[in-house]
């Protein structure tokens, strides 16, 4: 009977089809998953130690200067030649600034991460810029621990 269908493998089949079908849309899903970037907010725009140092920085300075968190090198610094500007987005940790928002001095709180390599070259090439545009960069290291008369005493020199 040429004309016999077998049910089963067709049954057999239509399965596998579908099984193959379902794991592409698995991969292809996971895969999309992994390239879109994901996002959450994060707590607090400083971590605590930057907070402290926020705080403290704000308390003795405060009155005559703003204190400003989370400064990007190309909200303060221009560059004169051309050329792209990618080098100046790049945060430092704090500005000071008059009270008609000029920059005074900027600051970095630096922990033990910021002796990798790849964060020495970013230091570095922090410090250069700075250098150049002719502005201080204060840079309190957290080993060294929090001692305000020392942050008073550092800061006082640049003012």
């Known amino acids: ?30 895969i999309a998953r992994k390239k879109t970037p994901r996002y959450k907010l994060k707590p607090c725009l400083l971590t605590a130690t930057e907070m402290k140092y926020y705080n403290a920085l704000t308390a003795m300075f405060g009155n005559d200067y703003c204190v400003l968190p989370q400064i990007n090198l190309a909200s303060v610094i221009d560059k004169e030649d051309a050329g792209y500007r990618t080098e100046l987005f790049r945060n430092v940790d704090f500005g000071l600034f008059d ?17 990798r390599k790849d964060r020495r070259l970013r230091d570095e090439k922090v410090h250069v810029i700075c250098k150049k545009a002719r502005i201080p960069l204060v840079t309190f290291w957290t080993k060294d621990g929090f001692d305000e008369r020392s942050i008073y005493t550092t800061v006082k020199k640049y003012l």
Do not use: Q
């Open 1 to 30: 009977m040429e004309n016999d269908i077998d049910y089963n493998l067709i049954l057999i089949v239509v399965g596998a089809a579908l099984l193959v079908t379902i794991a592409i849309f698995i991969i292809v899903k996971v």
């Open 99 to 115: 009270k008609a928002l000029r920059p005074i001095l900027l600051i970095e709180i630096n922990d033990n991460t910021h002796m």
